[in-house]
C-alpha cells in the first residue's frame, strides 16, 4: 500500500510560480516513475509530467514543457512539480500518482496510486 499526499497548492497571478509536493509512504517509491496529472472541470484527468525511478529521466506534456520541471527526491520519498510562467489554462486539481515497480507513462490506467489533490488556480 502507497499513500500519496500533495501540498503547495494555491492561488497566483499569471506569470507566478509554485511549486507542488507530494510525500509518499512505502518502501517501493525508490523503485517506482511517479507522475502528476491534473484536472480542470468539465474536462479529462491529463498527463503533465513523469519522472523515471532514478529521477534521470523526466517526461512532459507538450503544454507545460519549458515550464514546469518534475523533480524527486528519494531520500525524502517526496516527488515535485516546480511550475513557472503560470498561465490561466494551468488552473486544475493537480494529482500526483505511483506507478509501482514500473516505467513511466502518460497514461493515467498505469498508475495505481493516487494522491487526493491540490488546487492551482492561476489568475489573470
Known amino acids: 500500500q502507497v499513500q500519496l499526499v500533495e501540498s503547495g497548492g494555491g492561488l497566483v497571478q499569471a506569470g507566478g510560480s509554485l511549486r507542488l509536493s507530494c510525500a509518499a509512504s512505502?518502501?517501493?517509491?525508490?523503485?517506482?516513475?511517479m507522475g502528476w496529472f491534473r484536472q480542470a472541470p468539465g474536462k479529462e484527468r491529463e498527463f503533465v509530467a513523469a519522472?523515471?525511478?532514478?529521477?534521470?529521466?523526466?517526461y512532459y506534456a507538450d503544454s507545460v514543457k519549458g515550464r514546469f520541471t518534475i523533480s524527486r527526491d528519494n531520500s525524502k520519498k517526496t516527488v515535485y512539480l516546480q511550475m513557472n510562467s503560470l498561465k490561466p489554462e494551468d488552473t486544475a486539481v493537480y494529482y500526483c500518482?505511483?506507478?509501482?515497480?514500473?516505467?513511466?507513462?502518460?497514461?493515467?490506467?498505469?498508475?495505481?496510486?493516487w494522491g487526493q489533490g491540490t488546487q492551482v488556480t492561476v489568475s489573470l
Open positions: 500518482a505511483v506507478r509501482v515497480g514500473g516505467v513511466h507513462s502518460t497514461e493515467r490506467s498505469q498508475y495505481d496510486y
Open positions: 519522472i523515471s525511478s532514478s529521477g534521470i529521466r523526466t
Open positions: 512505502g518502501r517501493t517509491f525508490t523503485t517506482s516513475a
